[in-house]
């Protein structure tokens, strides 16, 4: 080979070598544009999932309060049929007239509407019994008197009582005094007229 021919190989190898010097600083530069992107994808997905943490702590937080409201008002409910039927069988109970209902109600409102009625009808009664008088404040009163008064009468009569047996056992006192009077006024006598005296020597 001649000195041109190896000139032309040297410049030939030079060009190649900057050709692929310039294909390797594009194909860097293009990895590295697409790690940023694929970094930016990351970044923004691993935002995403935070944001999806955060919601769902957010729910389930708001469903065991959507489920703690659930029960409370599940128990309320169940406390309140049962206070309903309770009421309505008392009702029932005191129910003397031939529109007594026969049986349990299962039906809350059937039970409502009943217990209803039946605090009308008492409401009815007791209006009136007020107007004839038949209660009142006054009849409470006087029924408060006729205690009072019965209370005042046996408490005199057990005084009285008291007295009768005081009496009594003063007299037997005094015939007990009077007794032991006659029997030291007989020892006086007695002793008197029995007493001897001795002979002179």
């Given at each position: 080979a001649t000195n041109g021919d190896l000139q032309a190989m040297v410049r030939q190898n030079i060009q190649d070598s900057e050709q692929?010097?310039?294909q390797l600083h594009q194909l860097s530069k293009q990895l590295q544009n697409e790690v940023l992107v694929q970094s930016s994808v990351?970044?923004?997905?691993?935002?995403?999932?935070?944001?999806?943490k955060i919601e769902t702590v957010i729910e389930e937080q708001q469903k065991e309060?959507?489920?703690?409201?659930?029960?409370?008002?599940?128990?309320?409910?169940?406390?309140?049929?049962?206070?309903?039927f309770n009421l309505y069988n008392r009702c029932r109970s005191t129910h003397m007239a031939e529109s007594r209902p026969k049986?349990?109600?299962?039906?809350?409102?059937?039970?409502?509407?009943?217990?209803?009625?039946?605090f009308k009808d008492l409401e009815a009664i007791v209006r009136q019994a007020q107007?004839?008088?038949?209660?009142?404040?006054?009849?409470?009163?006087?029924?408060?008197?006729d205690r009072q008064m019965v209370v005042t009468t046996r408490a005199a009569a057990g005084d009285?009582?008291?007295g009768k047996a005081g009496g009594a056992k003063g007299k037997a006192a005094g015939k007990n005094?009077?007794?032991a009077k006659g029997t030291s006024q007989a020892l006086g006598n007695g002793s008197g007229s029995n007493l001897v005296q001795p002979p002179i020597q």
């Amino acid at each position: 080979a001649t000195n041109g021919d190896l000139q032309a190989m040297v410049r030939q190898n030079i060009q190649d070598s900057e050709q692929s010097r310039l294909q390797l600083h594009q194909l860097s530069k293009q990895l590295q544009n697409e790690v940023l992107v694929q970094s930016s994808v990351i970044a923004e997905h691993q935002e995403r999932l935070e944001k999806a943490k955060i919601e769902t702590v957010i729910e389930e937080q708001q469903k065991e309060t959507r489920e703690d409201e659930s029960k409370d008002a599940i128990r309320e409910l169940g406390e309140a049929r049962l206070a309903t039927f309770n009421l309505y069988n008392r009702c029932r109970s005191t129910h003397m007239a031939e529109s007594r209902p026969k049986q349990e109600a299962k039906d809350v409102l059937i039970g409502l509407r009943y217990i209803e009625e039946r605090f009308k009808d008492l409401e009815a009664i007791v209006r009136q019994a007020q107007a004839e008088g038949l209660i009142g404040e006054h009849k409470i009163r006087e029924a408060v008197v006729d205690r009072q008064m019965v209370v005042t009468t046996r408490a005199a009569a057990g005084d009285g009582a008291a007295g009768k047996a005081g009496g009594a056992k003063g007299k037997a006192a005094g015939k007990n005094n009077e007794a032991a009077k006659g029997t030291s006024q007989a020892l006086g006598n007695g002793s008197g007229s029995n007493l001897v005296q001795p002979p002179i020597q």
